[in-house]
């Protein structure tokens, strides 16, 4: 035992003079000192422009890893790029100063932090004023025509034209600086946002010379006079084409639209709305429904609602059903098919005691020759109407899984079609229980 202790003695002592001759070429961890010489950095510049570097980097014998260069607005990190220093030399790089609302001028940080592989760090920082740009002149694109709105005061800008009542663009500020870019203001969230390009949706109540104005600073538009009205209540934007409303109303109490004016050419869901020139007037159960104007088809119709949310299927039978399937579509089949997305799933309209109807024509709204859609609890995958559903119809079936449908989806009779041009009132009565239904097709 005394031999092998004398023996790991020398090992250790071999050892340690070893690593004390390898020292004189090894940097511990922890070593080298890094240092940033900065050659080019603009000591100003542009919200919106490309602020532009260059660096000299080195250390004492000690590979470098990585430069990062940040700028930070009050403490915050706004605009970063990490470059890779592989050898000591210059590098050269450009942060995007970005163009944000309400932030008035001042003064940032450029910030470089160099690092080394032994993980020592060495930071350098200059402050640079930032201005925001005062634009001549900026841009309002629509798609069929570019606009130059007029600097009217500073950050205020506007256009006078002769316009319809809905006018959709983006809005696109100049190059400002040397190194400026194109900035871009879009819609997004009810609200103009910087950096996107969706429409902003511009309306007056009616066509003819308005405005458009745009701050650049605050954000704040105009006009947004939403023109389209339901009874009073002013619709809300979903889309370009799309605008909804909710309203609490009556059976047959009269529809009055505003704001639509061509509505006495659009096309109606006459389950929900009956028109006779431009009056309208409601033709489902009274209750709360959503009505949407889809300006792209000329096309208006509703769906039903529990408080704030859309209908289901109640478990006495009330509430509201709902298609979702092939072969039928609204305003037509040819571009509005249903098929297997909920999110295109049409509302049948409640009639009252528990009963829903939708209306459609052959050709048009339904396929003459081909159906296979079924009913569902509501506006999505879930709860669905199947075996609990029967017919005495000669030319629809209810699918049983043996007769060519699924169970619920219904089908057309062998060697039967439906009439193109004809309408067809399909009623799903659901007074003797949910899982009692009982569809009846009738020719109008």
Known sequence: MKKLINYTALLCLFTLLYSCKEDEFIVAIGGGSPTIEVKTAPTASFMGDSLQFTVNVKDQGVALSTLKAQLLFSGEVVAEKIIRTKDYAEYSGKLFVP????????????KFTLENVELVKKELEQEVAITRPDFPFINLVTATKTYKMNRVALNKYELTENFP??????????????????????????AVTQGITQNIPFSNSVSGVYTISFNTLTYEAAPFIIGYAFNGEGMKQINDNLYSVDLQIEKDKEIVIDGIEDVATWTVDGDFVQKDGAKFSFNALTGKYRFYANFEKKYIYAEAMSGNNLATLNADGTGAIWIIGEGIGKPDVASSQVGWSPENAICVAPIGGKKYRVTVVAGKSIKADNINFKFFHQKNWGGEIKDDLTTTSDIVLVGNGKNGRDPGNLGLVAGKTLEQGATYEFIVDLSAGNTKGVLTVTKK
């Not at 944000?100 to 003064?107: D, Q, W």
């Not at 009542?165 to 879009?186: E, H, M, T």
């Open 165 to 190: 009542f809905k006018v959709s663009g983006y809005l696109q500020a100049p190059k400002f600086g040397a190194n400026g870019n194109d900035i871009n203001f879009g819609w997004e969230s009810e």
């Open 99 to 110: 163009f944000l609302k309400n932030i008035p001028n001042g003064t940032a940080a450029l």
